[in-house]
């Protein structure tokens, strides 16, 4: 982990190699007679992952910086047909409109996968890999 820092607005303070953090998909109990049972079950949005995500505040001023050097790791650039360039931009947009990201002015860059899923309304679903 060289050269990544996480750092606080307010203090200025960083930490040079941050620990990473993986959101958990579900909750559940190995023991049916556990006194968590009854409290998962009674809350059991909190262990759903919610879809779509809601667009949240951040209400802290930490900053995520990552900084990189030399070039970038190369992959050749993959055209997509007109259909599934049109539903990525689509998606792609609705993501930055929610506030899940932001366009990037990095040169770093990954091919995008989009894999055809029938969905109701036709709508093809984008993996990124």
């Not at 050097?69 to 993501?95: C, N």
Request: charged share 25%; hydrophobic share 35%.
């Amino acid at each position: 982990m060289k050269c990544k820092k996480l750092l606080d607005g307010t203090s200025a303070v960083g930490l040079e190699k941050p620990i990473s953090a993986n959101e958990s998909m579900y909750v559940a109990t190995v023991q049916g007679d556990s006194p968590y049972v009854k409290l998962l079950l009674k809350f059991s949005d909190i262990t759903k992952p919610s879809q779509p995500k809601p667009a949240f505040h951040v209400k802290h001023n930490t900053e995520h910086h990552i900084e990189t050097r030399g070039p970038p790791v190369f992959s050749k650039a993959r055209r997509l047909d007109p259909e599934k360039l049109r539903a990525a931009k689509r998606e792609f947009q609705y993501m930055v409109s929610q506030g899940w990201c932001r366009p990037s002015k990095s040169a770093w860059a990954s091919p995008l996968l989009m894999v055809p899923i029938k969905m109701t309304g036709g709508d093809v679903e984008i993996i990124g890999v």
